[in-house]
């Protein structure tokens, strides 16, 4: 039975496997195997694209990181203490500063001085003809003449009749009117005079001098300009003159610290167009508070020998000033928000806070802050407009304030 089924099974494969049935399995194996290497050839192509591509997006991420990465510079804000400084604004001044106007109306004949010349004091700047004061004059002259004739004959009249009273020729009350009549031609004498001298004052201004040596800063003249001495329209400045050394230079000190005003005290002056800081020192103030801006008018005076100094200059000169105790800081850390003013806090791990602030004084470089800052807090300088509150920044520097 066992060997019936063995033949049977083979007579079954024998009939089962056609011709060339080995050939066609061999082939299907290696498509089978040709089709796996494929599979794995493209596997591997996939997955190093796959690779290649999350490595070009983790470069592309950080190279959106770096470019999107906020670089700032900070400073940490401190307490005014002693020997601190404040800067404040101010505009150089001559020390003596005057518009040169005509006391005589008449016509400009000529003028001597230019805008930027040097005069001394009493120097010759421009020559007013002044017909109509001339004709004036000779008739105050022919006046006083008129005057002195009248005068004259009185006196001889109240001289004849003074002898006729002695004599009881005349009445006393005829001798005093003689009299009387002297004394009045003797008053008009007097202001016929004065009248003359007058004139002639007024005849001597036709010649504009210079009042003190200075610097013609201005000429609104020109020959045959008609000027007004005032008393028959607005008068005009002829020139503005201005001594320039030394300078004036005002400035306004908070009230916070006018207490450490101090006469003689030491001032850092600088112009920006300026390489060298100036140096003057406070010689007056105005000794109260101006109740509108609550600020002390302080003068300093600067020496300008050299002449490298302009009146009407921008400066900004730094006063010392005790300690206070106020926050300060520079005013370019100044946000301006819709809601207030904002100033950008870094914190230990590199985040931004946008505080909202008191503003105090502005000290010109630096202002005081009365509430919203901490000492030894690190702030951001020139922060962007975009910067918002929570964004990490990188500091690229720590600047002094």
């Known amino acids: 039975m066992t060997q019936d089924r063995h033949a049977t099974l083979g007579i079954h494969r024998g009939a089962s496997a056609p011709s060339g049935g080995i050939p066609r399995i061999r082939t299907l194996r290696r498509a089978s195997r040709f089709a796996l290497g494929t599979i794995a050839v493209l596997a591997i192509g996939a997955a190093l694209g796959i690779a290649g591509r999350m490595a070009h997006s983790r470069d592309l991420q950080a190279a959106t990181r770096r470019q999107q990465a906020v670089y700032v510079a900070t400073t940490i804000v401190h307490r005014a203490r002693a020997g601190a400084t404040v800067d404040l604004p101010g505009t150089l001044q001559g020390y003596f500063e005057s518009p040169i106007y005509a006391r005589a109306s008449g016509y400009v004949r000529k003028w001597v001085y230019d805008i930027g010349a040097r005069v001394p004091k009493g120097a010759l700047l421009a020559v007013v003809e002044t017909p109509e004061l001339d004709q004036e004059l000779q008739q105050a002259v022919a006046d006083r003449a008129r005057a002195a004739a009248a005068l004259t004959i009185a006196k001889i009249t109240a001289q004849r009749w003074a002898v006729l009273l002695q004599r009881d020729a005349v009445s006393r009350q005829a001798a005093d009117e003689r009299r009387s009549a002297a004394e009045q031609a003797q008053a008009t004498l007097a202001a016929a005079d004065a009248n003359v001298r007058r004139l002639r004052a007024l005849k001597g201004f036709q010649r504009v001098l210079a009042p003190y040596a200075g610097v013609i800063t201005r000429r609104d003249v020109d ?39 101090r006469i003689d005290e030491p001032v850092t002056v600088t112009q920006s167009e300026l390489a060298t800081p100036l140096h003057g020192k406070v010689v007056r103030t105005a000794h109260a508070i101006d109740p509108v801006s609550r600020t002390l008018r302080v003068e300093v005076d600067l020496p300008n020998r050299n002449g490298r100094l302009l009146p009407g200059a921008y400066v900004e000169a730094r006063m010392p000033v005790g300690a206070t105790g106020t926050l300060l800081a520079p005013d370019d850390a100044l946000l301006f928000r819709a809601a207030g003013p904002r100033i950008a806090v870094i914190d230990a791990t590199g985040r931004v806070h946008l505080r909202p602030v008191t503003l105090g004084r502005d000290m010109g470089r630096t202002i005081e802050i009365l509430r919203g800052l901490h000492d030894g807090d690190r702030i951001v300088r020139n922060p962007p407009d975009s910067l918002a509150d929570g964004d990490r920044v990188s500091v690229i520097s720590d600047r002094a304030r």
């Open 223 to 261: 020959v045959g300009d008609l000027v007004n001495a005032g008393n028959g329209g607005f008068p005009s400045a002829l020139f503005h003159i201005a001594q320039i050394d030394p300078l004036r230079l005002y400035i306004d000190v908070p009230q916070r610290y006018a207490p450490s005003v």
